[in-house]
């Protein structure tokens, strides 16, 4: 009978250890996909100041096309459409970017759990303000 117990326990044992592994798995994959989120927010940014860049150079433009390079390819656009899409890329950016941000303090308030941490407190859920609420606040510039 002691035979018995033994194998049984060695048979929990492996079970423990299965589990431990597929919870330290799953803990390793969060908290990879929390990085990847926060490189992506970071590489997405870069995209964003970029384009930002470019829309100002566009306006101090006296042209009425610009050389623009597209992947491989340079084409001449007439200025008005080039600010057309780096405007509608700001904004598909923007919302990637909020996406992610949005998105975050859920995963990694997952991943504390799963780690047997107390969720983040504090300002951990603070969003800035959009530009209308800004508008909101601020008093009215005189120019």
Known sequence: MLHHVTRMTSVDDDMDTETLLEHVTAVERLA????????????????????REAL????????????????????RVPNNDLDRMLRRDQEILDGEINELRDGLPAKVNRLRKMEGE??????????????????????????
């Not at 990879?32 to 384009?51: P, S």
């Not at 042209?63 to 390079?69: N, V």
């Not at 609420?133 to 005189?142: A, H, R, T, V």
């Open 32 to 51: 990879e996909e929390i990085l990847a989120d926060k490189q992506q927010v970071v590489d997405l940014d870069r995209k964003r100041n970029a384009n």
């Open 118 to 143: 107390a969720d983040v407190k504090g300002f951990g859920s603070l969003k800035s303000l959009s530009r209308e609420e800004l508008s909101g606040i601020l008093p009215k510039q005189k120019h």
């Open 56 to 75: 100002r150079v566009l306006r101090r433009s006296c042209e009425k096309k610009t050389w623009s390079c597209f992947g491989n390819v340079f084409i």
